[in-house]
């Protein structure tokens, strides 16, 4: 076998509580006799791979080792995915400066950093934290680095028997792997880890008549602004709260939406009888850095977006749960029910991938009204 058809592949492990080196390879002679001569090469069965401890001198021993014999894949050791450079640092100092009660585990401090560094959002960084020290707190008397796979689906099924939705098992699964394969950088911790079966569930909409109503009912022309581009721009909470005033496009009549979900800048549509209103209300609150803030000029909370949907919709006599995000639900299945092309309603929401669009196919109900009832 050629030099150059060599590869070992670097994983990182944990073997007894004990970070270890990974070496995959295919059988060859010079490389297993060059392992041989690696510090106190081991074999795991249960990785099929060779194993070393981890230090900086052995990693540095392996690539010293190989070097002219073999390829080293570090694909798998070095798993970095990419940082959010463009946000900001989630503001986490509450959870460093907290008062804790006695014998609660706190969230270790790389856990913080490591979210700030990688510029997670702040709703999720609060989530994150939440759910990781909740975990944490259910083994108390147990080393971090200790906890293995039956640990966690002991904790799982813990939060099963409390009725905790899918959701909210699989955000708690996210927090403990974000500690273990981003924090420690283990990728391979917890890969086995089940999460819930995903469910199909149809996004909850409103009729265009009832935001109609919801918006007419609103006399404040600050809150009025903001339900009209929660529904008309299709925008996400956050990135409502998000907007500034140099966002607004007047003269393409389009609205731009910064670092969105997964940092992805958008233009989204910006309506003339909404840009009507964002006029008075500029005039009336004269905002300095935010498009929408609170008091002291702080931006404007998402509790009190919710809120303010809520009373809306109970102006408008709207019996049901509403909640802001139905309000770009509703958007993008109006877009669609008005002949709108897919692709653009993607373009608009910002999403990735057409499969998340292609959810609102299914409430669209804009053709059914053409079919003809069997029993009419």
């Not at 080196?21 to 510090?39: M, R, T």
């Not at 500034?244 to 233009?267: A, T």
């Amino acid at each position: 076998m050629a030099w150059n058809k060599r590869q070992i592949t670097l994983e990182r492990l944990l073997i007894n509580d004990q970070r270890s080196i990974g070496l995959k390879f295919y059988p060859d002679k010079v490389i297993q006799a060059l392992v041989k001569e690696l510090p106190s090469p081991k074999w795991s069965t249960k990785y099929n791979m060779v194993f070393i401890s981890y230090t900086q001198k052995n990693l540095s021993l392996v690539f010293n080792k190989f070097r002219g014999v073999a390829w080293i894949n570090c694909n798998r050791f070095f798993h970095n995915r990419s940082i959010n450079s463009g946000g900001e640092a989630p503001d986490i100092l509450h959870y460093r400066k907290r008062k804790l009660s006695p014998g609660y585990r706190a969230c270790p401090e790389e856990y913080f950093q490591k979210l700030e560094v990688r510029r997670y959002s702040l709703n999720t960084a609060k989530t994150y934290i939440t759910l990781f020290e909740a975990f944490i707190n259910y083994f108390k008397k147990v080393e971090l680095i200790s906890l293995n796979e039956n640990d966690i689906h002991e904790y799982l099924k813990h939060l099963v028997h409390k009725k905790k939705s899918d959701s909210y098992l699989n955000l708690t699964i996210n927090s403990i792997k974000f500690y273990y394969e981003v924090v420690l950088g283990m990728p391979n911790r917890f890969y086995n880890i089940d999460r819930p079966r995903k469910r199909e569930k149809l996004p909850e909409i409103l009729s265009k008549q009832e935001v109609l109503r919801m918006i007419s009912s609103t006399s404040n022309i600050k809150h009025r602004c903001m339900l009209s581009l929660l529904y008309s721009a299709g925008l996400r909470r956050g990135e409502l709260l998000n907007l500034q005033i140099k966002d607004i496009d007047s003269s393409r009549m389009l609205l731009r939406v910064n670092q969105g979900k997964g940092g992805k800048d958008r233009f989204t549509l910006l309506g003339s009888q909404v840009l009507n209103d964002l006029r008075r209300y500029y005039l009336l609150y004269k905002p300095k850095d935010y498009l929408f803030e609170g008091a002291g000029g702080m931006k404007y909370s998402g509790e009190s977006v919710l809120k303010i949907v809520r009373k809306s919709a109970q102006r408008a006599g709207i019996n049901r749960r509403i909640t802001p995000h139905m309000l770009r639900h509703s958007f993008a299945t109006h877009l669609l029910e008005d002949g709108t092309d897919l692709r653009y309603i993607q373009a608009l929401l910002g999403h990735s991938s057409s499969r998340t669009t292609e959810i609102y196919t299914h409430v669209a109900v804009g053709g059914f009204k053409k079919i003809k009832n069997l029993l009419d």
